[in-house]
């Protein structure tokens, strides 16, 4: 067999196998690309009327949001400004629940209850992620479809490549005749489609599986010059407690960064797990983005800041090769783009839905072509 041969046959052969997965993700891709601005239509109950009065402290407002759900672990509180309603998040990994409790934060009323893990969108997710089997299962059989999708794209480029340059018009354009089969519309459509998509296509299958694989994240991360550590860690107390402090030192936190950064979209709030752990905000500064936001971290007892040994800390410290795993997430759903990125995620993952369909039906036209009936003499 020829080189060419070969490449031929690996694409067909890996493309039959994970053509259903490469579908279902990339279909579920398209869905969650406009899940913000959607959810943005319907949210109303998220903000309150604003009032010139103190607001919930951290303590008050988890201590209210307990009341709700008192056997499951609080998570973080995100505090906006003064006419949003505080949001208090719980989450346990197993058996996993993930709800949030939304506060008027001015009477501590209880405004609505979210669950994470049902509705449209929870649905899309786990199917994009998972396949909708069991987490242990469904992510690793995503995983390695995602990877193995990512040598078909190159495989399949491979393929695309003319022996002439007098062919490269044809595989570069539609030239379709009212004579022109199926068949042929059928082929193009899946090659010069897959030409068209292929280096966008790779960019999505790549970072997700950078967000699949921690052996994958570290490899780009030392390759790019990362020096620190890229794990999430909060870093401990410097301080020992001080018996005189009549209030949580923590409830004072959140009323100096919203003075310190009057700008920011959120804080959000974790608290301690441990007397020894420090509290930890995640700043966010830009609406629908990630990567840009500040991972803050301060001594329970004394509100003294502690730099964190992790790539996720101030986002001005930040380097290059930590800015490129910071951006993975919003590059992959396109938020870094703002909404021109995000309609082309929805582009790309659509017709990338498209290439399993047209290539399952290339190959059944190759090997289940109909007889021709045999001319009987007369």
């Keep these: 067999m020829t080189f060419k041969k070969v490449i031929f046959q690996l694409h067909k052969i890996l493309g039959l196998a994970t053509g259903l997965i490469v579908f279902i993700v990339a279909i579920t891709g ?7 601005d959607i959810e943005s239509l319907y949210d109303d109950y998220k903000t309150v009327i604003a009032q010139d009065a103190p607001v919930l402290t951290a303590t008050e407002a988890r201590d209210l949001a307990v009341e709700v759900f008192p056997n499951q672990t609080v998570h973080g509180t995100v505090f906006k400004k003064g006419d949003d ?19 008027n934060p001015y009477s501590g009323d209880v405004i609505q209850i979210d669950d994470h893990l049902s509705g449209f969108f929870a649905f899309v997710l786990k199917g994009h992620i998972r396949l909708w089997l069991p987490k242990a299962i469904g992510e690793h059989v995503v995983g390695i479809s995602v990877l193995i999708f990512i040598l078909i794209i190159i495989s399949g480029f491979m393929l ?6 007098k062919h490269l018009k044809q595989r570069l354009t539609f030239d379709w005749k009212a004579t022109t089969r199926w068949k042929r519309k059928n082929f193009d459509l899946h090659t010069v489609v897959g030409f068209y998509i292929c280096t966008l296509a790779l960019i999505l299958a790549f970072t997700g599986s950078m967000m699949s694989y921690n052996w994958l994240r570290y490899g780009v991360y030392k390759a790019t010059g990362g020096e620190k550590a890229i794990a999430f860690t909060i870093p401990e107390n ?6 005189h402090d009549k209030t949580s030192p923590m409830d004072q936190l959140i009323v100096r960064l919203h003075k310190a950064l009057p700008n920011a979209e959120s804080f959000e709030l974790h608290y301690p797990h441990t007397e020894e752990e420090s509290i930890f905000v995640e700043i966010s500064k830009s609406k629908g983005l990630i990567y840009d936001s500040d991972y803050r971290f301060f001594d329970q007892h004394t509100l003294q800041e502690i730099e964190t040994p992790s790539l996720y800390g101030s986002y001005k410290n930040a380097k290059v090769a930590d800015k490129i795993q910071r951006m993975n997430y919003d590059i992959h759903i396109g938020a870094i783009g703002g909404i021109v990125g995000k309609i082309i995620v929805f582009l790309i993952s659509l017709l990338t839905a498209s290439l399993p369909v047209t290539g399952v039906l290339l190959w059944y036209g190759r090997h289940y072509k109909k007889k021709k009936k045999p001319i009987q003499a007369s």
């Design 85 to 103: 309603a505080i949001e208090v998040i719980f989450y346990d990994a197993a058996p996993e629940f993930y709800q949030s409790v939304f506060l």
């Design 160 to 165: 695309w490549l003319p022996k002439k340059r």
């Design 238 to 243: 410097k301080s020992e407690p001080l018996e």
């Design 30 to 36: 398209c869905c969650w690309a406009f899940k913000d």
